[in-house]
């Protein structure tokens, strides 16, 4: 088979961020004393959402100096972060991280995890500090684990804010002191250099509260002086895992960072990475596909060049890392935004599915004026919002796709301050999306709900409140570090 041909990227004119180096900072954490070049084995995108153990094992044969996984996103919305809990099931993380602490006790090397408990907030830290006591004794380990601490208070930030410290992202809302307060919890992206200091004390294991999904794989590369570029694309790429793969759920890659480039590599049979696959992974989740902000700096792979080593692994060189100043890390903050209940009704008759957008206008244009009229609740203090399941549901207005259904399903979701309110104007609404005409002049239809009772209680709703940047003059002057020992024989 012959080898496909490298790719070379290059960029338009555009504006990067500044190249002058950053003002002298704290001392830099000691180099963690491994061979050169420095291999970080990633098992997953992200800890909860499965890789293949056989694929781990051959990852481990391949000696890695550290095994670093991703623990959270805002994929899913401002909830997990309001509401400071974990997306991913308990069993669930917890039967990969023993399988991962496992992998490094047999490895004799660093286990990391960032963003904790998908929102990474303190009490999502001392969540995955209690699974790894619980495995650490059934494994009848003994470990040192360094945590770092990426919540803030609110009234720190507001300070912060008074001071000019925040520095608006693209398309940020306005803010005033009072968004800020109003924030259940605001946490703060860690960079490499709180991951650097962690490695730095030997740890066993680190937990990091929220941090960007690269600082974790690109911290022990940096610390060994390889190339800084090469760190962060690296880090980039493997971020997800098998992502850049041929094999994408099969989880387990292993990204090797030297002085001037590094390689990626996936460990399930039958995967393979291309230089079309490592390239394209600039594009997930970024909206500029050469250049990538990042606490402290900006990654450009404009002069970047994909070259296939065999038919299973990339060489990547050309990536350059560019110094800013000052140091930022960006803040994500979320805030409560009321109660919700939802009602969901089923449409098959061939007239409203043909005709469900009319249908809900109108139904929305009477229950907007029923609904104050029958509970005294003020316009202002509700909100009423219909999906069409089936049709334009996911992107709305913005839906270029046409085509029939056979059935639709209305999702109806009420918003109010209270969850009694909510409710109570969701069994409002219930006859109605059972028995609503299109027209007044014609019978009552009869839909159908698909379960029973039709109102199902949401709870509390959170949303984004931040879309900023802290300026520190010390890149861990927003984080806190601290060791203790957990499992077996560790005080208590």
């Given at each position: ?14 504006p ?7 003002a002298?900072?704290r ?7 491994t061979?050169?070049?420095t ?19 051959r ?6 100096h550290a ?11 401002p909830?997990?972060?309001g509401a ?14 023993r399988?991962l602490?496992?992998?490094r006790?047999?490895?004799?090397v660093p ?14 830290v ?29 009234d720190?930030i507001?300070a912060?804010?008074?001071?000019g410290?925040?520095v ?14 109003s ?13 650097r ?36 694309h ?7 895992g ?31 990475c ?9 594009l997930?989740?970024n909206?500029?596909?050469f ?8 990654l ?5 060049r ?41 449409l ?13 206008e ?10 104050p ?17 089936g ?15 056979n ?30 005409p ?22 509390p ?13 010390d ?18």
């Amino acid at each position: 088979m012959s080898s496909p041909p490298e790719i070379r990227c290059r960029a338009s004119q555009m504006p990067l961020p500044g190249k002058t180096p950053p003002a002298p900072r704290r001392p830099e954490a000691q180099p963690h004393h491994t061979t050169l070049p420095t291999r970080v084995l990633i098992p997953s995108g992200v800890l909860g959402f499965g890789f293949e153990r056989d694929a781990l094992r051959r990852g481990l044969a391949r000696a890695p100096h550290a095994i670093v996984i991703d623990g959270g996103s805002t994929d899913s919305g401002p909830f997990y972060l309001g509401a400071g809990v974990s997306k991913y099931s308990r069993a669930s993380t917890k039967a990969e991280w023993r399988a991962l602490m496992e992998a490094r006790a047999e490895a004799g090397v660093p286990l990391v995890i960032g963003s904790a408990g998908t929102c990474g907030t303190d009490a999502m830290v001392d969540w995955m500090v209690a699974i790894t006591d619980e495995v650490a004794g059934e494994l009848g380990q003994r470990v040192r684990v360094a945590t770092v601490r990426s919540s803030q208070s609110p009234d720190a930030i507001a300070a912060a804010f008074d001071a000019g410290r925040l520095v608006a992202l693209p398309d940020a809302p306005e803010i005033g002191r009072g968004d800020i307060e109003s924030c259940r919890h605001i946490v703060a992206l860690a960079g490499a250099e709180p991951f650097r200091e962690a490695l730095a004390t030997g740890a066993d294991i680190v937990i990091a509260g929220r941090a960007t999904d690269t600082a974790g794989i690109a911290a022990l590369p940096l610390m060994n002086g390889e190339h800084p570029g090469a760190a962060w694309h690296g880090a980039k790429v493997a971020e997800c895992g098998a992502l850049c793969s041929t094999r994408p759920m099969s989880g387990v890659v292993l990204v090797t960072v030297d002085e001037s480039g590094f390689t990626v590599e996936p460990q399930a049979v039958g995967a393979r990475c291309t230089p079309h696959s490592v390239s394209a992974h600039m594009l997930y989740e970024n909206a500029d596909p050469f250049v990538l902000a990042e606490p402290g700096g900006a990654l450009d792979v404009t002069h970047a060049r994909y070259r296939p080593i065999d038919d299973r692994s990339v060489r990547v060189t050309g990536s350059e890392w560019l110094p800013s100043d000052p140091y930022t890390v960006k803040l994500e903050g979320a805030g409560f935004a009321g109660f919700q209940t939802t009602a969901l009704v089923l449409l098959r008759n061939r007239r409203y599915v043909e005709n469900a957008g009319r249908w809900v206008e109108r139904l929305g244009r009477f229950l907007a004026d029923e609904i104050p009229a029958r509970t005294g609740v003020a316009a202002r203090d509700f909100a009423l919002d219909f999906r069409i399941i089936g049709r334009d549901a996911a992107l709305g207005a913005l839906e270029k796709r046409g085509g029939d259904a056979n059935e639709v399903g209305i999702l109806c979701t009420v918003t109010a301050d209270t969850q009694e309110t909510a409710h109570e104007i969701a069994k409002l609404a219930n006859p109605f999306l059972l028995h609503f005409p299109l027209t007044e002049d014609e019978e009552l239809p009869t839909f159908a709900f698909p379960y029973s009772p039709a109102e199902t209680d949401r709870g509390p709703l959170y949303e984004f409140r931040l879309n900023h940047a802290l300026v520190l003059d010390d890149p861990m002057s927003a984080f806190t570090l601290d060791t203790l020992e957990l499992g077996h024989g560790a005080p208590r």
